[in-house]
C-alpha cells in the first residue's frame, strides 16, 4: 500500500512540479537534488547572520516557511539578549537524495503546511489515520494528506470518515507539496560570549530537510522554500 502511494506521488509531483518545469519524468529528482544541494549552505550562512543581527540581502523568509521561520526568530532573539554569537559553518554536503513526497489537498485558506501538529483520534487501518486539531481535520493515507473542516467530517458511530466524493473534491481545490531530501552534513557551531568561544563542536550526520511549495492548483510557479531541519517540526506533528 505504502509503495502503491508512494509511486502515485511521484507521478503527481511530476505532473505538477516537473511538468511546470519541463522536465521529463526521471530527470526531475536529480534537478530537484541539485536545487537542494546548493540552497543548503545559503541556510545555513543565513541562520548565522540573523542570529548575530547581521542584514542580508536576502531574508530570511525568503528561504524558511512557517512555522519553522518562527522557532528560528524565536531561538535568536534568546540568544541575542544573552549576549550570544553564533558561528555555523558548513563544511561538507554529499550524498543529496530525495526520500519522501507528502501532497496535502484542501482549500487553500485551510492547507498552509505539511506538518501540522494534531494527535491522532481514529486510525481507519495500518496506512490511514484521522488527526484532529483546533479546528480542522487531517485524513492521512500514506503520503497523501486531506484537510477537512468540522462540517465536512462524516461520523459514523462516532468514527470520523470521508467519502470518496469529498476526496475528489479537496483534490480539485488544489494542494501542497512536503519534498524530503537527506544529506550528509557535517557542520560547526561555536558559541561566543564576551569575546570568549564558550562552546565549540563539529557535527557530521546524515540529515533530513523538507522542502515545501505553497498552496497551489495545477502548476506552481513559486519558491521552495525549507520548512522542517532534521524532523525538528516532524517530531511534533502528532502532539
Known amino acids: 500500500m505504502y509503495g502503491m502511494a508512494k509511486s502515485l506521488a511521484y507521478t503527481l509531483l511530476n505532473n505538477y512540479v516537473g511538468g511546470w518545469l519541463g522536465y521529463k519524468e526521471n530527470e526531475f529528482p536529480r534537478i530537484f537534488e541539485r536545487g537542494a ?12 547572520n540573523h542570529a548575530n543581527d547581521i542584514q ?44 519522501d513526497i507528502n501532497l496535502v489537498y484542501g482549500d ?11 494527535p491522532v483520534k481514529h486510525y481507519s487501518s495500518a496506512n490511514s489515520w484521522f488527526r484532529k486539531g483546533q479546528d480542522l481535520y487531517y485524513f492521512d493515507e500514506s503520503v497523501v494528506e486531506y484537510v477537512l473542516t468540522r462540517r465536512q467530517i462524516q461520523m459514523e458511530d462516532g468514527v470520523p470518515s470521508m467519502t470518496p466524493e469529498q476526496r475528489t473534491q479537496l483534490f480539485a481545490k488544489g ?22 568561544v564558550i562552546y565549540d563542536k563539529t557535527i557530521g550526520k546524515r540529515t533530513s530537510i523538507r522542502f515545501e511549495t505553497d498552496h497551489f492548483k495545477q502548476r ?9 531541519i532534521d524532523n525538528f517540526m516532524a517530531s511534533k506533528m502528532f502532539e
Not at 544541494?37 to 548565522?48: D, G, M, S, T
Open 37 to 48: 544541494k546548493e540552497a543548503i549552505p545559503v541556510a545555513f550562512k543565513l541562520l548565522q
Open 56 to 99: 542580508d540581502d536576502i531574508p530570511l523568509s525568503d528561504i524558511l516557511r512557517e512555522p519553522l521561520l518562527s522557532v528560528f526568530e524565536i531561538y535568536h532573539e534568546s540568544m541575542r539578549e544573552q549576549g550570544l554569537k553564533m558561528k555555523m559553518e558548513l563544511l561538507e554536503i554529499s550524498q543529496v537524495q530525495l526520500k
Open 108 to 118: 487553500p485558506e485551510n492547507v498552509k503546511s505539511s506538518l501540522v501538529p494534531a
Open 175 to 196: 494542494c501542497l507539496i512536503g519534498l524530503d531530501v537527506e544529506a550528509n552534513l557535517v557542520w560547526q557551531i561555536q558559541f561566543e560570549k564576551d569575546g570568549q
Open 220 to 228: 506552481y510557479d513559486g519558491q521552495l522554500k525549507i520548512a522542517d
